[in-house]
């Protein structure tokens, strides 16, 4: 399983993370490590890209609901876009799609 994950438009407290290919148990820990520092940041807005993600599993949702936690105990803004129909459907089915669009940070190509 491959996966590209590249940070784009880091300036001051503003970065996008965007992820190509499939996150699963094998390439998760590469997201987390470079997600986590950026919601570790106190006023970061940090934007997690999954359009060119064609597959995620249980261990990338985790990956993703703790940078949700973590930016929320850093009082920083954690936004995720891009989201394909099968990744959407997997948020919508784990119930993350409700958790990110009750705090307005989701948004998929469907919309």
Avoid: W
């Avoid at 407290?13 to 148990?25: Q, Y």
């Avoid at 985790?62 to 105990?73: F, M």
């Amino acid at each position: 399983m491959k996966v590209t994950i590249e940070q784009r438009g880091l300036t001051g407290n503003v970065s996008t993370l965007a992820v190509k290919g499939e996150i699963d148990i094998y390439t998760a820990p590469s997201l987390k490590e470079k997600l986590l520092p950026l919601t570790e940041k106190k006023g970061a807005n940090v934007t997690l890209d999954l359009s060119g993600t064609s597959y995620i599993d249980s261990t990338a949702l985790g990956v993703i609901v703790g940078a949700l936690k973590s930016a929320e105990e850093h009082q920083c803004t954690f936004h995720v876009e891009g989201l394909t129909p099968r990744v959407e459907r997997l948020f919508k089915i784990t119930g993350l799609m409700d958790i990110l669009k009750n705090k307005k940070l989701a948004e998929g190509d469907n919309q």
